[in-house]
């Protein structure tokens, strides 16, 4: 594997179910993101993890919450979602230096809420 | 705060033809600005971008973008266009944090025969 991959790629869930998303990255870098791209929107930082460690969070509702386990994984865990939040959720990873790293982006999970 | 405005939601262009497609940032700071494009089913891909020194920028694929501080600028062109280079484009600015893309609303790019 190489690059940033996600799985999976697709994912459908009700209302009431609990879902995890997954991220690995294959670079070496020390940070990770979450992203939403929904339609005829611009894409929506989530979460920042640097180092291992939430370094922002832009007011995500607590349905969803990240976890970074080691500088490598990065999950988001779902939970009574709602239809509105149906989007493409992208993982991206940089080597943080800062402002001008490049951040690699992985190809997302296209979910759908029921 | 930083941002990016991308003007033209969609933008089509004949295979061999100039692309050109626009953004226009706002900063309170000196920008670095980036160029991603999204083919359909993936993630994004990073083009070019601008952080200091030479303002014209190569990137891959012969596109490249200038960055012009008095019209706020940072325009994407390819001389000739190619039918794989319809995808979604998208311009970004570093934001406050250091951490954050703010990105436009992407531009869609379609190359006719």
């Known amino acids: 594997e190489t690059g940033v991959t996600q799985t999976p790629r697709h994912l459908v869930m009700g209302m009431t179910n609990k879902k995890s998303l997954k991220c690995e990255q294959h670079l070496g870098h020390n940070a990770m993101y979450w992203y939403k791209q929904s339609a005829k929107k611009p894409l929506e930082l989530m979460f920042v993890?640097?180092?291992?460690?939430?370094?922002e969070n832009n007011s995500v509702p607590s349905r969803f919450s990240p976890e970074c386990p080691n500088s490598s994984h990065l999950f988001l865990h779902l939970h009574t979602l709602q239809p509105e939040d149906s989007a493409l959720y992208l993982c991206?990873?940089?080597?943080?230096?800062?402002?001008?790293?490049?951040?690699?982006f992985g190809p997302g999970t296209r979910l759908t809420v029921l | 705060a930083q941002s990016v405005t991308q003007l033209g939601s969609h933008v089509s262009v004949s295979e061999g033809a100039l692309v050109l497609l626009r953004c226009n940032y706002s900063?309170?700071?000196?920008?670095?600005l980036f160029w991603y494009v999204q083919y359909p089913n993936q993630g994004l891909q990073l083009l070019l971008k601008?952080?200091?020194?030479?303002?014209l920028v190569k990137g891959i694929n012969g596109f490249e973008a200038e960055f012009k501080k008095s019209e706020t600028s940072f325009h994407l062109t390819k001389p000739s266009a190619h039918m794989s280079d319809a995808a979604e484009y998208f311009c970004?600015?570093?934001?406050?944090?250091?951490?954050?893309?703010?990105f436009g609303k992407g531009t869609s790019l379609l190359v006719t025969p």
């Open positions: 970004a600015v570093r934001g406050n944090s250091g951490y954050a893309l703010n």
């Open positions: 993890y640097s180092l291992e460690e939430r370094v």
């Open positions: 991206a990873s940089s080597q943080a230096q800062g402002y001008t790293d490049t951040q690699y």
């Open positions: 900063s309170s700071v000196p920008p670095y």
């Open positions: 601008y952080t200091t020194g030479a303002t």
